[in-house]
C-alpha cells in the first residue's frame, strides 16, 4: 500500500474540522490508536498500518480515499446542479468527464 507522503496532515486538517484534539479523536479509535501514535502519524515520523487507516476513517466518519487517493477526496473537483444558473444538464455535462476519467482509471487497476 503507497502512503501519501502528506498522510499526517491529512489526518491533522481531518481532525481540526471536527474540532478534535488529538486525545479525543485517539479515544474515539477504540484503542488502536493512541494519542503519542496519532502524533507520530501526524508529524509523519511514524507509517500507519491499515489498522490505523481503517480505525481513523470509522471515527472520523470518512472514505479511505480521503487519506490514501494520490488525490483525497475532499479535494476532488465536484459540480453542483444548483446556484448561478447552472441546471441539471449543464452539471451533468462538466461531469461526465471525470466520471469517464474514473471509470478507466478503476479499470486500469483492477
Aim: proline share 5%; aromatic share 4%.
Amino acid at each position: 500500500m503507497n502512503i501519501p507522503t502528506d498522510f499526517g496532515e491529512r489526518v491533522r486538517t481531518q481532525r481540526q474540522l471536527r474540532e478534535l484534539n488529538q486525545r479525543e479523536l485517539a479515544a474515539m479509535t477504540d484503542g488502536i490508536l493512541s494519542q503519542s501514535t496519532l502524533a507520530r502519524l501526524e508529524k509523519g515520523t511514524a507509517t500507519p498500518t491499515l489498522h490505523h487507516i481503517m480505525a481513523l476513517t470509522w471515527a472520523l466518519g470518512i472514505d479511505a480515499a480521503e487519506f490514501v487517493d494520490a488525490t483525497p477526496l475532499s479535494q476532488r473537483v465536484r459540480v453542483a446542479p444548483r446556484g448561478d444558473g447552472v441546471g441539471v444538464d449543464t452539471a451533468t455535462q462538466q461531469l461526465l468527464p471525470f466520471l469517464q476519467l474514473r471509470v478507466n482509471l478503476d479499470g486500469l487497476n483492477a
